[in-house]
């Protein structure tokens, strides 16, 4: 155990801060160290980690009950992209006027979706219909 003023002084010395590690302990613990080249340090290694995490990110595609088989491809095939990439996708489908009246082509459309994606998204929230839309979630399998 050394005096306050002692390390202070020996700090002072080497020309570095003497930094509280543990306030709460008794005696606080204090370190001899470069204090801002420890902030530095560790908004590097911060940055590093923050660089190598995975952003959850949601992709949307929008699908008509009345789509035609190929555009119903060129959106399957975004779909299959995004979930590839790792990225959750909602699939919407949008009613409009009287189409409203065939919600259950919706429905169909989103099991269609959900049949053909099964190799490699599963589904995260089951369709519901909220106003004039039906929504479903889809994530990729975990390998």
């Known amino acids: 155990m050394v005096d306050r003023n002692e390390a202070l002084n020996k700090a002072k010395e080497y020309g570095l801060d003497l930094v509280t590690v543990a306030p709460d302990a008794d ?18 290694k911060n940055k590093r980690g923050r660089k190598k995490q995975k952003k959850n990110v949601l992709k949307q595609i929008k699908f008509r009950p009345k789509i035609d088989e190929h555009d119903y491809e060129t959106k399957l095939g975004h779909i299959i992209r995004f979930l590839k990439a790792g990225n959750k996708v909602k699939v919407t489908i949008m009613f409009r006027g009287r189409e409203m009246a065939f919600v259950e082509q919706g429905r169909n459309i989103l099991d269609r979706v959900t049949k053909d994606v099964s190799e490699i998204g599963i589904v995260e929230s089951k369709p519901n219909l909220i106003g004039r839309d039906m929504f479903m979630t889809l994530m990729p399998r975990k390998n």
Do not use: A, F, L
């Open 27 to 44: 005696p606080p613990v204090v370190k001899i160290m470069d204090y801002g080249k420890y902030r530095y340090e560790q908004s590097k």
